[in-house]
Structures are given as structure tokens and as C-alpha cells.
């Protein structure tokens, strides 16, 4: 009978174990993540995909920018082809640039 009560002490603590050890593994994931250092590798995800407010000046060709739903791409034949935020992109010249 001493066995029998163990055994449910020792099964019952196992429902609390799992969570905490998922919370565990899931803030060490965010970690590494975010601290390239620790891993000593390039992040999965690009960083203009992993924060909303893209800088979308530094992105250089077309296929780049159309890829972030927060740019648009602007052609011009006065000026050089250029990326830019979707609000930034409203507020241009239409007679000088046309955005995708």
C-alpha cells in the first residue's frame, strides 16, 4: 500500500513538470535568437522581416523590397529607382514617381 502512494505522489507532479519545462525551452529559443553571440550563426529570420518597421531605404533591388509588405517599390526617370515605406510612397511626387 506505501508503494501505491508514491506512485500517484510521483505521476501527479509530472502535469506541473511539462509546462515548466516548455516555458524553459521557449525563453531559451527567444534568447538565442535575439543574441546571435550565443550561437555564433546568422538569425533564421531575416531582420526586416522580424521587426514591423522595416527600413525599407537600405533594401536595394526590387525583388527585396516587393518581398516586405511594408515597402513599395518607385520608379522614376529623373531620379533612381528607389524603395520606401508604403506611407512614404503616398506622399511622393506622382509626376515623378510611379509605385508599386
Do not use: H, Y
Not at 25 to 47: Q, V
Amino acid at each position: 500500500m506505501l508503494n501505491l502512494s508514491m506512485e500517484t505522489t510521483s505521476s501527479s507532479k509530472l502535469p506541473i513538470f511539462f509546462p515548466i519545462l516548455f516555458l524553459l525551452l521557449l525563453s531559451l529559443a527567444a534568447a538565442a535568437e535575439t543574441d546571435n553571440s550565443f550561437t555564433g550563426k546568422a538569425p533564421l529570420i531575416p531582420s526586416w522581416r522580424r521587426t514591423s518597421f522595416a527600413d525599407c531605404t537600405e533594401m536595394s533591388s526590387r525583388s527585396q523590397c516587393l518581398q516586405n509588405p511594408m515597402c513599395r517599390w518607385c520608379r522614376s526617370e529623373a531620379l533612381d529607382d528607389m524603395s520606401f515605406k508604403k506611407a512614404e510612397a503616398r506622399r511622393l511626387p506622382q509626376q515623378v514617381f510611379l509605385c508599386n
